[in-house]
């Protein structure tokens, strides 16, 4: 059961909402822009969400919100609420 758990891949995302970041060199590093102020919204993969909050921390940063990012959820609900 370990094995299943450790060896399934997802393709769910997330989207980080961050307040707080501060330009660093390792904001540098990045591949999208880092403002002073407001917020920046990060897309994460599942897989990698520890790493990335780490890594927002030690940038200054503060997540405000987590959102799932996934087809399924969209359409999942479209198709519980049917159109008349």
Known sequence: MLGQISGRTSSRN??????????SEETEKTNYPIRSSGSVFITV???RM??????ITRL???IVSIQPLNA?????????????
């Open 14 to 23: 997330f989207r980080y909402e961050v307040v707080g970041l501060r330009q």
């Open 50 to 55: 520890n790493q990335e909050m780490q890594r």
């Open 60 to 62: 200054g940063g503060k």
């Open 72 to 84: 399924e959820t969209t359409n999942s609900e479209q198709s519980d609420h049917p159109s008349s």
């Open 45 to 47: 993969p599942e897989n």
